[in-house]
C-alpha cells in the first residue's frame, strides 16, 4: 500500500514549456486534490475531483488543467510555464463522510519556473 | 466554506502541554472539525477530528466548545518533532478543502 504518491518529485522548466505532475492513489478514494505551496505560505487549492471523470475549480485554477480519467490517477498540466507557478505542488486524496473522512498527502513535486 | 481564525505562531518548550486554538464561528451544523499539520518539508498529515464531544488519540485531542465556534488542539507533552504548521478545518462530505494559514508551532528544547 503506497498511499498517494507523485512523479516527478523534481522539475525545472523554461518560461513557456508544458508539462504534467502524475498523482496516484492506491486506497480507492473518490475524491483527489491538487494544492500548490509558495514559500511561507499556506497551501492553496489549485483544482479537484470527487470522482472518476470529474472535475472542479479550486481557489487558484488559472493556468492549470487537470484530467481524472482513471480513479486512481489525477493529472495536473501546466499548459505555458510561468515563472509565478513556481512553487511545490502537493495532491492529496480523501476517504470523505463522516466520522472516517480522512485526507491524505503526497511527498510534493518542487517545480522551479526560470 | 466555514472561516476559521488561528494565531499566526505560538512558542512552547520541549515536555509542556500546547493548547492551538481555532475560532470557526461559522461552522454548519454537520461539519466535522479537523486538525492536520505539516512538518518541515513534508506535506500535511491528519491529526485528528471530531463533531461535538471532544476527541482523544495517540497524537493529541481536540476540545471542542458546546457552541463548536471554537475548538483547541491540545498536545500533552511536546516535543521537538511536533514543530510543525498545524491547520484546523472544518469540513462537511462534500468540501473542497480550503486549508488557512495556520499556526506556526515552535518547540524549544
Known amino acids: 500500500n503506497a498511499g498517494v504518491t507523485q512523479t516527478p518529485k523534481f522539475r525545472v522548466l523554461k518560461t513557456g514549456q508544458s508539462m504534467t505532475l502524475l498523482c496516484a492513489q492506491d486506497m480507492n478514494h473518490e475524491y483527489m486534490y491538487w494544492y500548490r505551496q509558495d514559500p511561507g505560505m499556506g497551501l492553496r487549492l489549485i483544482h479537484y475531483?470527487?470522482?472518476?471523470?470529474?472535475?472542479a475549480k479550486g481557489e487558484v485554477p488559472d493556468g492549470y488543467n487537470v484530467s481524472r480519467l482513471k480513479k486512481q490517477n489525477f493529472l495536473l498540466g501546466l499548459e505555458s510555464a510561468a515563472p509565478s507557478q513556481t512553487s511545490v505542488y502537493f495532491c492529496?486524496?480523501?476517504?470523505?463522510?463522516?466520522?472516517?473522512?480522512?485526507?491524505?498527502f503526497g511527498p510534493g513535486t518542487r517545480l522551479t519556473v526560470l | 466554506d466555514a472561516k476559521t481564525t488561528q494565531p499566526n505562531s505560538m512558542e512552547s518548550n520541549e515536555e509542556e502541554p500546547v493548547h492551538l486554538p481555532c475560532n470557526h464561528s461559522t461552522i454548519s451544523g454537520t461539519d466535522y472539525i479537523h486538525w492536520y499539520r505539516q512538518l518541515p518539508s513534508q506535506g500535511p498529515e491528519y491529526v485528528i477530528h471530531g463533531l461535538t464531544s471532544n476527541v482523544n488519540n495517540r497524537m493529541a485531542s481536540l476540545a471542542i466548545a458546546e457552541d463548536r465556534k471554537s475548538s483547541t488542539l491540545i498536545l500533552h507533552r511536546a516535543t521537538l518533532r511536533d514543530a510543525a504548521v498545524y491547520y484546523c478545518i472544518p469540513i462537511s462530505s462534500t468540501d473542497k478543502l480550503i486549508f488557512g494559514t495556520g499556526t506556526r508551532l515552535q518547540v524549544f528544547p
Open positions: 492529496a486524496s480523501r476517504l470523505a463522510g463522516g466520522s472516517t473522512d480522512t485526507q491524505y
Open positions: 475531483s470527487v470522482g472518476e471523470g470529474t472535475t
